[in-house]
């Protein structure tokens, strides 16, 4: 087994893990405290819903210059 240099190497500890959405978890890591926007308790791929995350207004400038609001993605045109 290799043996790791004394000294060099950061220290592995147990870390808390806190999400935007409230959700909060222990995991190990070099630093004890990480905080992350989306977890897997509030991600859209494992919730089923959506949910935009706005980057500087992006979202808000996009729904201002091409329309006031788009419709849900269940809805489908008739036509």
Same mark, same amino acid.
Not at 1 to 4: A, D, I, N, Q, T
Not at 73 to 76: T, W
């Given at each position: 087994?290799?043996?790791?240099k004394p000294g060099i190497h950061p220290t592995y500890q147990r870390a808390?893990?806190?999400c935007a959405c409230g959700n909060s978890f222990v995991? $190990?890591?070099t630093v004890p405290l990480i905080h992350v926007e989306v977890c897997a308790k509030c991600h859209p791929y494992?919730?089923?819903k959506q949910k935009l995350v706005d980057t500087a207004g992006r979202?808000? $400038?996009f729904r201002q210059k091409y329309g006031a609001s788009t419709p849900p993605?269940?809805?489908?045109a008739t036509g």
């Open positions: 087994m290799w043996s790791l808390t893990v806190q995991t $190990r890591s494992f919730t089923g979202v808000e $400038r993605l269940g809805d489908k």
